[in-house]
């Protein structure tokens, strides 16, 4: 071979610099965010602004008579005095489920993640599974499921978990079990992506370095999951404290939570500046809990 | 950890008759061994001999199926890893991603209940040339100042016995020859017991004052570099540790100092000291590089002994120039010739005459049957999975 073999042929050629691109193409990145952020524009900022407009509408008006735009800031105060039962019912409702979620739903992430094995896709299934019927019908189910002469408080009658009249129908009981249920997949799937990446030497290694089954989860296996935990417990928190449907129909008006005033204010009593006064309270409570909690959880990687 | 070692005269770190099986697979066979206190010991084979399974064993990663490991007069073959005085680097060096180099580090003694790790950790971080580092992250480091943060990392918890688990296998080259050297440095520094499992040869000579050869669950053999490389015990050992021309040959038992063999024609002899078996079916084996080529019979030195050929290859690696000489009967022998600039290179072609000093020869026991075993055994990739 000679030497001149050796010598680089391509260095003649300069790479064109990122800077002299064609100034054809750079407004393409805007007018690939157009479509979005039109849609984003009519159909979130828009109406958004409608409802914080809403919020401040003269009270004393009606659908009938029309409303004013008085800036009622008054609105706020009286919704929160009237409903603030049902705004802590909310957050309780939702944190009780939370945990229970947590406590089935790590197990469950983590069993899929890294012992299931071949039956991995099955098990993934099985947890999405119950969302490919709607929300109203599997509610509906739970309803049959904890109803007083179903079998689960039969067996609980029988134990005398219950007493002989008890019932879990039309109780927070019911209520919580169902957000429970409903919620789960939000906070699995992404937890156990989390799991899924967790390298299993890592956890060789913590037990080589003298860390106990129970220290190493807390060293390693929990702080390496934190995305998706964080991610799973807002995807459930959120929805969760929101929702209206299982106070509905595993509940009774004693039950009621934050989604269900709403409801009743938009669609039954017509209060519209009540309706939206409240929408945005949840709203700015969720935010402080989210923020509140990504402060502490400190994560970087999900905001 | 010293408390353990006080009724253990010695922390010799002894395997009695360790064995695994995975199913009906045995991946360590009835292996036996004593690794004293303080020594560099490499356990050298090709991927799937057992190796990585023997050392994960004596950390407690994998569970024997019989077998005691003995650390002084302690068995700790069912200890749980985290109860074991023993520190591993891994081969994918397994650090945590999520704490920084300094808590990457300080993980085993905080583990241990030690609160005030930071004047340990800096020196760690200096014996391994890496002060200044503690605040990055893992991935942020190259791969070699990785492996320097698992070899901190295991170091510091002052281990009886610390485990190797192809710690070099990640590096290139050149990077792989300035580690060994380092590892030396600081094994010598610190005297604890190494026990260093890899396929790369070179590596283990290098480093190792004791080899252990595996091969399928079991040792070969067991010795220095030198006098396993100098006086192999199986024709394995031959070739994987260095290449050997191995020829097929007959003995019929000792006369006087030497071991007469007949091999494709030709009458040698061997020393009955370079002699593992002295009668039947044996193979003659002579390293590459102590073969010498001269050009005509009548050139070769008294008290040698030799076979003529030809030249078939010829490739010159800088240092020294590998021939390949195809003998009457059709095997092709190696010989090195170191490029001293003492002869002119051979061309392809050339007749030739290879002789040895039958000091240089040993004899190795051989299957019946089994033909010269010459050609040379190619390294493993680099970095394959054992």
């Known amino acids: 071979m000679s030497a001149l073999a050796h010598v680089p042929t391509g260095s003649g050629q300069p790479a064109t610099p990122p800077a002299a691109r064609s100034g054809r193409y750079r407004f393409l990145p805007y007018l690939l965010l157009l479509p979005g952020a039109a849609w984003l524009f009519l159909f979130f900022a828009l109406p958004l602004v409608q409802l914080a407009a809403a919020s401040l509408y003269d009270p004393s008006g009606s659908l009938a008579t029309g409303y004013a735009l008085t800036w009622a800031f008054g609105n706020y105060p009286d919704a929160l005095q009237a409903y603030w039962p049902q705004f802590t019912r909310s957050f309780l409702y939702a944190g009780m489920a939370l945990v229970l979620a947590l406590l089935m739903g790590y197990p469950l992430a983590y069993a899929i993640a890294q012992k299931a094995g071949r039956w991995k896709n099955l098990l993934l299934v099985c947890v999405v599974a119950p969302m490919f019927t709607s929300f109203l019908v599997r509610t509906l189910a739970w309803k049959t499921i904890l109803s007083d002469n179903g079998w689960i408080v039969g067996l609980l009658r029988d134990v005398h978990l219950l007493g002989p009249d008890g019932r879990l129908l039309a109780t927070p009981v019911a209520v919580v079990l169902g957000l429970t249920y409903n919620f789960l997949p939000f906070l699995v799937l992404p937890l156990y992506a989390s799991l899924e990446r967790l390298d299993y030497r890592l956890l060789e290694a913590a037990s080589d370095l003298y860390a106990s089954p129970l220290r190493a989860f807390r060293k390693v296996t929990l702080p390496l999951s934190m995305p998706g935990l964080v991610a799973g417990t807002l995807l459930f928190f959120i929805p969760a404290s929101g929702d209206y449907i299982n106070a509905e129909l595993l509940g009774t008006p004693k039950e009621y939570m934050i989604g269900n005033v709403i409801d009743s204010a938009f669609l039954v009593r017509l209060d519209y500046p009540q309706g939206a006064a409240l929408s945005f309270l949840l709203m700015a409570a969720i935010l402080a809990v989210v923020f509140g909690y990504l402060r502490k959880a400190g994560t970087d990687e999900v905001l | ?386």
């Open chain 2, 1 to 386: 950890m010293t408390a353990m070692g006080h009724d253990a005269p010695a922390g010799d770190l002894r395997l009695a008759n360790l064995t695994k099986r995975f199913g009906i697979f045995t991946a360590v066979d009835d292996l036996s061994l004593t690794i004293p206190q303080g020594s560099f010991f490499a356990l050298l084979g090709a991927s799937g001999c057992g190796k990585t399974t023997t050392l994960r064993m004596i950390a407690g990663l994998e569970a024997p199926t019989s077998g005691q490991v003995l650390l002084g007069d302690r068995d700790i073959a069912r200890l749980r890893p985290y109860k074991r005085p023993v520190n591993t680097v891994f081969q994918s060096y397994a650090l945590f991603p999520h704490l920084d180099i300094f808590e990457n580090v300080a993980f085993g003694l905080r583990r241990r209940g030690i609160r005030k790790v930071g004047d340990q950790v800096e020196r760690m971080l200096s014996l391994v040339q890496l002060d200044g580092y503690g605040r990055r992250r893992p991935a942020q480091l190259s791969g070699g100042q990785q492996q320097r943060v698992a070899l901190a990392r295991a170091l510091i918890n002052h281990p009886q016995v610390l485990l190797l688990d192809e710690p070099l296998g990640a590096l290139d080259l050149k990077l792989r020859r300035q580690m060994q050297i380092e590892l030396k440095r600081i094994q010598t520094e610190v005297g604890i017991t190494f026990v260093h499992v890899t396929h790369d040869q070179e590596e283990a000579m290098t480093m190792a004052d004791t080899v252990a050869v595996m091969n399928a669950g079991r040792i070969e053999q067991l010795g220095a570099p030198a006098d396993i490389y100098e006086f192999p015990a199986t024709a394995f050992v031959a070739n994987f540790l260095g290449q050997s021309n191995l020829l097929a040959a007959e003995a019929a038992g000792p006369a006087g100092g030497e071991v007469p063999v007949t091999a494709h024609g030709g009458r040698y002899s061997v020393p009955v000291g370079r002699s593992r078996i002295d009668h039947g079916p044996v193979y003659l084996g002579v390293r590459p590089e102590k073969l010498h080529l001269v050009g005509s019979a009548d050139q070769v030195p008294a008290g040698h002994q030799h076979v003529t050929g030809v030249v078939t290859d010829a490739s010159y690696v800088g240092v020294s120039t590998q021939y390949l000489l195809r003998t009457g009967w059709g095997s092709e022998l190696s010989v090195f010739v170191a490029n001293s600039g003492a002869a002119g290179p051979l061309p392809v072609g050339t007749q030739a005459v290879a002789y040895w000093d039958p000091r240089h020869a040993f004899l190795l026991p051989r299957e019946p049957g089994q033909d010269d075993r010459t050609t040379p055994v190619l390294d493993e990739p680099v970095g394959a999975a054992s």
